[in-house]
Structure formats: structure tokens, C-alpha cells
């Protein structure tokens, strides 16, 4: 069956959606630029415009699962690195690969971490080889190599002055490199921070850069001095933690993991605020909104869940999702919220609305071919609908609006199947008609 979306008013041919034969793995966000990158199953990665939601780039060449990805500060360039051992620069502009740096004998089996520091041109690569290296993002040359891990390292983290470089894996220990881009002594003398027991899992600096949260297979956050290397506080969770993110302002920071919960902390007294409960799999991302008013939290369970900082509030559930959901990502234009989220069929772009107190989402574009486009109009009256799509087209705000309409149109599919009546409304809408898994 091939679905045509037709202009009612000249009766062409809109659009036709487009197939997808892959996996999303996940997705990263440069704001500045509105553009998305998604990595895949087909080893490929996909910049997308998020405005539009049009695919500009495949991005070919990598012979195994793509690990990481990330953008320059300046958002011209995407570093990646897979299970191939290669790390692979390329333009954002033409979608050209600009250098392919093989490090297949080095890193072993993969690259599992890039990070850009924000001085000296530099990106960061990690893997399953124990080293650190330091790339020079504009000729390829590798200017250090730093070595000091007992085990494979998973995540790099790079702090906001670029000045120093925090790395873990599978290991107890956080190392902490300086990094001084205008003398040989790069990465010299790492200090190591002791106190999680089993695997870390991840780092990340606070946006002032003053402090490091850690989270690990002991169930356990915690929040060190970045410039002495102190831990501050030790937070418990009740199982392995794999997320932890800092709200905008630094004050508090975001934990979740394996026991379903995502928990608040008070970065400075060093206790839980709320604890959000709601999802009933893993948490698999976290993310405060651009003023740290909100928090979006992904899962297993194939929902995105919206909760209220202050109040630690579910205020909405994004469900019928056909995957886990493995990334979200806010963006923000002309004060408008929108969110990102990647999974496994498809990375969607969402508009946040809020009406009497009540928050809604519209679902704006969707990269799998299962998503009907429909500009200016508000489908009303439909009918032939399976209960499944009936609940999620309401939900997603799609169908009986509330305003009364005058002019309609209608059409039935090509298989006969459903009839459905639209009626104009100057917003645009689109339509996810998702398989109802009854049928």
C-alpha cells in the first residue's frame, strides 16, 4: 500500500512519506544550528534538519555499529567512532567525510567516546584500547596519547572551559586529565578519584565546570570538586545508576537508571528533593529544559514522561512510542519548547503546548513512513478507525478539534480500508497511523 498526501485546494500530490529500513540507536542535538544526528542500525549516521525534519545527509563509511557522535562547538564538524576503530571526521555542510583516522590496531575492538574540547581545535577519542588520544579536529594529527586506565574507558568528559578531561569505565576510578594545549605536558600527572565500588558508569561537569557527578554499578552518585578532586557528597539510589545530568543553573543534578526512577538531587546540602516515579523499565535519558523548569525522561517502556521541577509532578506521558526511547533532546525557538527523541523506529520532533494549566504535545515530523502529513487542517468526524489509532490521533491532538470549521474535504485510502472527513484549521498537524497490534 503507498500512502500520497494530496493539497486539497489544487488537488497535487504533497508528499510521500518515506520508507525507513533501520534502526535508530540514538540521537544528539546542536541547537545552534537546528540540526539533529542520528546513529543506526545500517552503521550509517543521518543529519536531519530540525526545523523541517528533512534528512540532508547519510553519512556512509563506517564498517560496524556507530558508538558515539558528536558536534563541534562551532557545529561545522561531527566526530564519530564505532565498533570498527575508526574515528571519522565530517562537514556538516556536504555531509563529506573529511578524515578517516584508523585507529583499528590501537583501539582494539572500538571507540566508545568522542568529546570536542571547547580550545586548541581538539577532539577526544576513548575506547576499548585503555588510551585517551587527542586529535587536532582540522589535519587528523594525533598530538597525545594518554594512558593511565586499567580497563576499557566508556564515557570522556570534557569540562565547559575545555581545560580538563574526566573519563571512567570499567574500573572503580575516575581520572582526571589537564589539559594545557600551549605545552607539551597534556594529560601529565592525571589525578585519580576513589570511592565507587564496580564499574562507572558516567561523568559529566556541572555547567560552571566546578563540579564532576559520577554514577555507578553501586547504586551510588557522586558529586566531586573538579579542581580538588574531593568528593562532596555521596547520594544512594536503590540499583545501578547509568544517567546523571546537572540542571541549567548547576544546583541540582538528575540520576536514573535501573530501578525505573529518576531522582533529584540538592547539589549543594547533598539531598534528594523528589523522587519521579512513573516509568516501569530502565531510564535510558534524562534532560532539563532550557531554563531548568522541566525534565524529560525517556525509558525502556516506550514513553517520554514531562515532570515539573519544582513540584516533581508527571504533567505528561508521551506514549505508543513502537521502541524503547533512547535519547530526548529539548530545543527552544522564539519561546516555544520542542522536543527531540530518538528511538528504535524513528527520531520524531514534538511541540510543547500548555492550555489552562495542561500540557499537550504535537507531534511535528516523524522519520518513519508510518507518519501521515497533514498542513492546515484538523481531522474531525473520522471514521473506520481501529480503537488503538482512535487514542493515539487524540492524543496527539490530531483529531476532533475544538474549533468548528467550514471548509472539508474527504478521502478514503487506497485499500478502502478507513474513510476519514478533514476539516481547515490554520495550525499544521501530523498524523502518526501506527499498526494496531490487534489487527
Not at 109 to 128: D, H, T
Not at 211 to 231: E, M, N, P, V
Request: net charge negative; glycine share 10%; proline share 2%.
Amino acid at each position: 500500500m503507498t500512502v500520497r498526501l494530496w493539497d486539497v485546494n489544487v488537488g497535487g500530490s504533497r508528499r510521500i512519506p518515506r520508507e525507513q529500513n533501520y534502526s535508530v540507536l540514538f540521537i544528539v542535538y546542536w541547537n545552534k544550528g537546528h540540526r539533529i544526528a542520528s546513529c543506526n542500525s545500517d552503521q550509517t549516521i543521518r543529519i536531519w534538519d530540525m526545523d523541517t525534519g528533512d534528512c540532508l545527509h547519510t553519512l556512509r563509511g563506517h564498517t560496524n555499529v556507530v558508538n558515539t557522535v558528536a558536534f563541534s562547538h562551532q557545529g561545522d564538524q561531527i566526530a564519530s567512532g564505532g565498533m570498527d576503530g575508526e574515528l571519522r571526521l565530517w562537514s556538516v555542510e556536504t555531509g563529506s567525510c573529511q578524515r578517516t583516522l584508523k585507529v583499528l590496531d590501537e583501539h582494539d575492538n572500538g571507540i566508545f567516546s568522542v568529546s570536542y574540547l571547547r580550545q586548541g581545535n581538539l577532539v577526544a577519542s576513548a575506547g576499548a584500547d585503555k588510551k585517551i588520544r587527542l586529535w587536532d579536529a582540522h589535519t587528523g594529527e594525533c598530538r597525545k596519547t594518554l594512558a593511565g586506565h586499567d580497563k576499557q574507558i566508556g564515557i570522556i568528559a570534557c569540562s565547559p572551559q575545555g581545560n580538563q578531561i574526566a573519563s571512567c569505565g570499567d574500573e572503580d576510578t575516575i581520572r582526571l586529565w589537564d589539559i594545557k594545549t600551549e605545552t607539551t605536558d597534556i594529560g601529565e600527572d592525571p589525578r585519580t578519584l576513589d570511592g565507587h565500588i564496580g564499574r562507572v558508569w558516567t561523568v559529566e561537569y556541572s555547567p560552571k565546570g566546578d563540579l564532576i557527578a559520577s554514577a555507578g554499578d553501586d547504586g551510588t552518585i557522586r558529586l566531586w570538586d573538579a579542581i580538588t578532586g574531593k568528593c562532596n557528597h555521596t547520594l544512594d539510589h536503590t540499583n545501578y545508576v547509568s544517567l546523571v545530568t546537572f540542571s541549567p543553573d548547576g544546583y541540582q543534578v538528575a540520576s536514573g537508571g535501573r530501578d525505573m526512577s529518576v531522582w533529584l538531587w540538592d547539589t549543594i546540602a547533598g539531598h534528594c528533593t523528589h523522587t519521579l516515579e512513573g516509568h516501569s523499565r530502565e531510564v535510558k535519558s534524562i534532560e532539563y529544559s532550557p531554563h531548568g523548569e522541566m525534565i524529560a525522561t525517556a525509558s525502556d517502556d516506550k514513553s517520554v514522561r514531562l515532570w515539573d521541577v519544582k513540584s516533581g509532578q508527571c504533567q505528561l506521558v508521551i506514549e505508543d512510542f513502537h521502541g524503547a526511547v533512547n535519547s530526548i533532546h529539548w530545543a527552544e525557538e522564539s519561546g516555544v519548547l520542542y522536543l527531540l527523541t530518538g528511538c528504535q523506529d524513528a527520531v520524531r520532533k514534538w511541540e510543547l503546548k500548555r492550555d489552562d494549566g495542561l500540557y499537550y504535545v504535537r507531534l511535528c515530523w516523524s522519520s518513519m513512513n508510518n507518519t501521515l502529513a497533514v498542513t492546515d487542517a484538523m481531522i474531525r468526524d473520522v471514521q473506520g478507525l481501529s480503537p488503538f489509532n482512535d487514542r493515539l490521533m487524540r492524543q496527539r491532538g490530531a483529531v476532533d478539534g475544538p474549533i468548528p470549521l467550514s471548509r472539508r474535504s474527504s478521502g478514503t485510502s487506497e485499500d478502502s480500508s478507513s474513510t476519514v472527513t478533514a476539516s481547515e484549521e490554520h495550525t499544521e498537524q501530523q498524523v502518526e497511523v501506527a499498526k494496531d497490534p490487534n489487527y
